[in-house]
């Protein structure tokens, strides 16, 4: 099955796609609990859908469709997509922050080491260093993660002073440092305080100090077997996806993705050639898709 001549419906696509986002009102979530078994299925997850990028997101299975956001904010789902997407990070049992298409996702904590296997770290606290001298890393980056490193975890209002990146003036310094942390897996979000004067804010530390056996975890996983692990995840939920929608995704080159898939059609654990109705370009599909489509 690494190969298909199976011309697919957007229908067929849908039907795979409600039942792994959980858009059905037997499948939603309804619970903390039932939230992160949704994670750890899925893998990783956006909190809301995003415009063209394709995704489970935890809005959808709290809702048990696809439903719009809501313009007020005493929405009984929204509360909980808001709620839970600070409790379990703060709870350390999922990661949650900006990393695929810089928006915001919840990543289980299995997967987590092949994000990292992926990342520019080696795994310790100075790694920064070596960014900043090769021009990786702004400046405004690293007074944000020195800033963590001396003084701990930190709420983003008493992170901002301690950082010299205090004011309004220095406002998107900051957010675009923070997002620059985030992306290169240097800093996550641990949790919430009231320390600003909207009683809301995020506390940030390093990862490493998170989670300090990631880099022992991600150090067993190979640059090959990291991106294998997660394509073939990504396949499982959308069950097919465009070759260039791919790309843009995981920000791989066009070349290491067409390897990876060519090495995976031929063990047999995705489908090449496959066509929807509508759609431009070259497909590929998760081999259970294939076989659900074809019995």
């Known amino acids: 099955m690494s190969s298909t001549n199976a011309a697919w419906t957007p229908e067929h ?31 990783f997850c956006f909190l809301f859908p995003a415009k063209n990028v394709e995704m489970p997101s935890l809005w959808e299975a709290i809702c048990g469709e ?11 789902e929204l509360g909980y997509a808001w709620h ?11 990661f949650y922050g900006k990393l695929l298409r810089r928006k915001p996702m919840l990543v289980s904590l299995r997967l987590l080491p092949h994000f990292y296997a992926l990342s520019e770290n080696y795994g310790e606290l100075d790694d920064y260093l070596t960014e900043y001298a090769d021009g990786k890393l ?25 950082a010299g990146l205090a004011g309004r ?14 992306l290169g897996l240097k800093i996550v979000k641990t949790g919430i305080s009231d320390a600003n004067a909207w009683k809301y804010c995020y506390v940030y530390d390093l990862l490493l100090r998170r989670w300090p056996d990631l880099p022992e975890r991600a150090g067993a996983i190979s ?3 990291a991106m294998r692990r997660l394509l073939l995840t990504y ?28 090495s995976l059609a031929a ?29």
């Open 169 to 182: 003036g220095n406002a998107r310094r900051f957010d675009r440092a923070i997002l620059e942390l985030q």
């Open 267 to 295: 063990s047999e654990e995705l489908l090449v050639g496959a066509q929807v109705q509508g759609w431009r370009g070259d497909c590929v599909a998760s081999a259970d898709f294939g076989r659900r489509q074809l019995t």
């Open 223 to 225: 640059t090959p077997q």
């Open 138 to 162: 702004s400046q405004e980056a690293k007074q944000v993660y020195e800033a963590l490193l001396v003084h701990g975890a930190l709420p983003t209002s008493h992170l901002r002073r301690k």
């Open 13 to 43: 696509v849908r039907a795979w796609r409600d039942r792994r986002y959980r858009r059905k009102p037997h499948l939603k979530v309804g619970t903390p609990q039932e939230a992160l078994a949704f994670v750890e299925d899925v893998g």
């Open 84 to 94: 839970w997407k600070d409790d379990l990070p703060a709870r350390g049992l999922v």
């Open 235 to 262: 396949l499982s939920n959308v069950g097919v996806a465009r070759m260039q929608d791919l790309t843009r995704l995981f920000a791989w080159e066009p070349r290491q993705l067409l390897e990876l898939c060519d």
């Open 66 to 76: 696809s439903r719009p956001l809501p313009a007020h904010h005493d929405d009984r």
